[in-house]
C-alpha cells in the first residue's frame, strides 16, 4: 500500500504518472490523499490492473483493503 499526499505543484505526478508506475510494479493498493480538495482516491489491484477509484471525502472513514480490520478515520485528522 502506497499513500500520496497531492503536490500543489504538480498533481499530475500523482494522478498520472505514480498511479501508472504503481500499477506496472503491482502495488496492490494506492491512496492519493488531496488536503486542497480534501478527498481521497483509493486504487485497487485487480487482475486487469486498477479498477476505478473508489471517491471518499476528509468526512469519511476509509477501509483500508488489503487489511480485514483497519480503517482510517479522516475526520479526525487534522489536515
Known sequence: MIVEVVS??????DYIKKLNLYEQFKVKE???????KKNIFVYTLTDNGYDAPNSYTFQDKVKVNIYDNLEIDFNSIDI
Not at 30 to 36: D, R
Open 8 to 13: 500543489a505543484f504538480n498533481p499530475r505526478n
Open 30 to 36: 494506492y491512496w492519493i490523499v488531496n488536503p486542497m
